[in-house]
């Protein structure tokens, strides 16, 4: 991602020397700022240019397999323990309950998220408040907001004393990116056997679709993806698949106004590499 001043790019790379580098815009001086932890992701700057938000998975969670849409999910997300001031046997059936349900599903281990933040030259790391499997993290002048695996999207904040919140809830929902200033919250969705892309107020309120297949009348629907704002939040960069006859064809880079209107591919014709990722 490129920092608010426009100098810099930040980015992560993998292998003997992985971790998080930043490259003046012109290419030179690039320099690794942070390289412990392991799987760094998605490093986005903070508003001011001060900090870097990214997300890390060095170790594994306990969760249940649901069996469809690769849902995943703590005991404690599936069936919340009753409280202490229950009577003992209503406890003691509901406990019961909980033990029958629980059995339905297998446990498993899987990788687990965290989003973390730097200082912009590598030093004063923290994790941040977040749920478990955390990633796609962003930042702008109302907090940070995340996807979380089978949790929607979220946002939290860079303090220590921050409370998660829900923004929207659809385990297909990942990858957001918050309007400069702190409005609307753009991410992608996978609509069947292709992604698209949609906003959203921080509060969870008018959702509504960006981008939508031209025609069903092809072979392939191509997919929407990756959307991030301009620094002014009037227009949304993404990638897209879709080629002149609104089919899937090669990526290039798309530009569409913040509500969904006007998109057209950049004259940008270089090969793009996209595994959904």
């Given at each position: ?93 509901i406990e019961k309950i909980r033990s029958k349900v629980l059995k ?174």
């Amino acid at each position: 991602e490129i920092s608010p001043d426009g100098s810099q790019v930040v980015f992560t790379r993998e292998g003997g020397d992985g971790g998080i580098y930043v490259i003046n815009i012109d290419g030179s001086n690039e320099h690794r700022i942070f390289g412990e932890h392991s799987e760094l992701r998605s490093p986005k700057w903070s508003p001011d240019g001060q900090w870097i938000v990214f997300s890390r998975s060095d170790s594994f969670y306990e969760c249940r397999n649901l069996g469809f849409a690769d849902i995943c999910m703590s005991d404690q997300q599936l069936f919340t323990k009753p409280g202490d001031k229950l009577p003992p046997a209503v406890k003691k059936q509901i406990e019961k309950i909980r033990s029958k349900v629980l059995k339905k599903f297998d446990q498993e281990q899987r990788p687990y998220f965290q989003i973390a933040r730097i200082s912009a030259s590598g030093s004063d790391f923290r994790d941040l408040v977040a749920l478990d499997s955390a990633r796609d993290p962003d930042w702008s002048q109302g907090g940070i907001v995340y996807s979380s695996s089978g949790a929607g999207i979220q946002k939290t904040d860079d303090k220590p004393d921050a409370e998660n919140k829900l923004v929207i809830f659809e385990h297909n929902y990942v990858d957001p990116d918050w309007q400069p200033g702190g409005g609307r919250i753009v991410f992608q969705s996978k609509e069947g056997s292709h992604w698209e892309i949609f906003g959203v107020n921080p509060d969870g309120s008018g959702l509504a679709s960006l981008t939508r297949p031209v025609t069903t009348l092809v072979d392939h629907l191509p997919s929407n993806v990756s959307a991030a704002w301009s620094p002014d939040g009037q227009h949304i960069v993404y990638l897209s698949n879709r080629n002149a006859k609104n089919d899937a064809g090669d990526w290039r880079v798309w530009v569409m106004n913040a509500d969904g209107s006007n998109q057209h591919p950049l004259p940008i014709h270089l090969p793009i590499s996209y595994n959904f990722v």
